[in-house]
């Protein structure tokens, strides 16, 4: 799976990247109640100009993302200077408010992530086959600690487990999130040419982590 999207990174087939800020990110960051200064998780964070947008709400983040090619790319939007080090297993890049951990998102530990708070997915979730969304949401619960909020940007189309991006229903996201987490609806978007519709949830880490 990660030798796949890595051959799409240097292939540059990336139609999932957006070239602005996702609009709901910013409809609906706000109401989630995330306290100033939060560290923020966004898995398989590609180049995301989410991350610029939540690193100017104050918030730091924490990027992890397998390709290099995708996190070269996202320094490359800026002068800013960059630090780099290695941690874990993970190289890692900084630059200003945002933390980039290159590797493999399931090598990520509790000890790693002690100080995140709240979360952002915006098409990783979409990017796993049926039998590694159950590891993903498994190990997300894992990363976060009880309260932690996040806001997760979903897709679902009429192609089955045709994919990369897959259809993840709604029905799919309560099996695989609500022992770990409260989910509410926020919106549906509208079909887009391909069909796809995106959905938009927020959610909060319930109880002790497991």
């Known amino acids: 799976?990660?030798?796949?999207?890595?051959?799409?990174?240097q292939e540059g087939r990336i139609g999932f990247h957006l070239q602005q800020t996702h609009?709901?990110?910013?409809?609906?960051?706000?109401s989630l109640g995330v306290t100033d200064r939060t560290k923020v998780l966004v898995p398989l964070c590609?180049?995301?100009?989410?991350?610029?947008?939540?690193a100017d709400q104050g918030h730091p983040?924490?990027?992890?993302?397998?390709?290099?090619?995708a996190i070269e790319q996202f320094l490359a939007q800026r002068s800013?200077?960059?630090?780099?080090?290695?941690?874990?297993?993970?190289?890692?890049?900084?630059?200003?408010?945002?933390e980039l951990w290159c590797g493999d998102f399931f090598h990520l530990h509790i000890q790693h992530a002690a100080e995140i708070g709240a979360f952002y997915d915006r098409a990783s979730l979409i990017a796993l086959p049926p039998a590694t969304r159950q590891r993903y949401a498994f190990h997300l619960a894992q990363l976060v600690p009880p309260g932690a909020k996040?806001?997760?940007?979903?897709?679902?189309?009429?192609?089955?487990?045709a994919g990369p991006p897959y259809s993840v229903t709604a029905d799919e996201l309560?099996?695989?999130?609500?022992?770990n987490f409260a989910l509410t609806f926020l919106e549906e978007g509208s079909p887009?040419?391909?069909?796809?519709?995106?959905?938009?949830?927020a959610l909060e880490r319930r109880g002790p982590r497991l």
Do not use: C
Request: proline fraction near 4%; hydrophobic fraction near 40%; glycine fraction near 10%.
């Open 192 to 201: 887009d040419e391909r069909g796809y519709i995106e959905s938009v949830w």
């Open 23 to 30: 609009p709901a990110l910013q409809r609906h960051w706000g």
């Open 80 to 98: 800013t200077p960059v630090s780099r080090y290695r941690q874990a297993g993970f190289t890692i890049s900084r630059q200003g408010n945002v």
């Open 174 to 179: 309560d099996n695989l999130f609500s022992a």
């Open 150 to 161: 996040g806001l997760l940007i979903s897709l679902a189309h009429d192609e089955g487990d």
């Open 61 to 69: 983040v924490l990027g992890i993302e397998f390709a290099p090619e």
């Open 1 to 9: 799976m990660s030798d796949q999207w890595r051959k799409r990174w």
């Open 46 to 54: 590609g180049k995301s100009l989410d991350m610029r947008w939540l």
